[in-house]
């Protein structure tokens, strides 16, 4: 879950309940205060939208997003969102079936939005930032954010591999909280491998060995 330390910026939250357990959420924010590298004017933008494993595939992401719409469309002309092809976070498919239309695509992401009054699409911001890689290692740069769980997940999983595997593996961690972070580099979050892009999601701890491994010995 976001940290609520942007609300004051705009961010909202709309949780779904069974009962009185939640089983889903939907963030959103304007998109000049959003935690990813994009811009653009009059829309809000979609951190997230999730919902529990055990409560998938009865509506509830769609009910969400219509709620998050619907909020949304006396204040702005679209909502934005970066989504990921095949992916069980933010998955592309999911947006598409409900009306939003790729604008832009970068790395293993998908820039999509959905206007319901004339609007200049948003774009993604230009990634300024190089790896620095050190010969005969394997160069990590990960970028992430501590109001995303996933991200912290991430985090302390590549730390572990990292320790394990000594200094053959050479991390930089790059934190991404401050909006002008993110605006100054083009990058919210990501995790390179000798300055390639290594997951299109947050991967397992197992996948990070395997990752690693496998660059170790291509080095």
Not at 6 to 14: D, E, F, S
Not at 82 to 100: D, N
Not at 109 to 128: D, G, N, T
Not at 157 to 178: F, I, K, S, W, Y
Request: negative net charge; aromatic residues 10%.
């Amino acid at each position: 879950m976001w940290n609520y330390a942007h609300a004051h910026k705009g961010l909202r939250v709309l949780v779904a309940y069974e009962g009185r357990r939640p089983v889903g959420q939907i963030e959103f924010l304007p998109i000049e205060y959003a935690p990813y590298p994009v811009t653009g004017q009059d829309l809000f933008f979609i951190d997230c939208l999730t919902v529990a494993a055990g409560a998938r595939r009865r509506g509830i992401g769609s009910a969400l997003l219509e709620a998050c719409e619907g909020e949304v469309q006396q204040h702005a002309t679209g909502v934005a969102v970066v989504t990921h092809p095949a992916s069980p976070f933010m998955p592309t498919e999911f947006f598409e079936h409900r009306g939003f239309a790729t604008v832009a695509e970068r790395d293993n992401a998908r820039l999509m939005c959905k206007a319901w009054a004339v609007a200049e699409p948003p774009e993604f911001l230009p990634q300024r930032y190089t790896s620095q890689l050190h010969p005969g290692k394997v160069t990590v740069d990960f970028f992430w954010c501590g109001q995303c769980p996933w991200l912290v997940r991430t985090r302390e999983r590549l730390q572990r591999v990292a320790r394990q595997m000594g200094e053959a593996v050479v991390v930089h961690e790059v934190n991404t909280d401050d909006r002008a972070t993110v605006e100054q580099l083009g990058l919210a979050d990501g995790f390179f491998i000798n300055g390639r892009s290594a997951f299109a999601f947050p991967p397992t701890e197992a996948q990070i060995r395997e990752a690693l491994e496998a660059a170790l010995k291509t080095n």
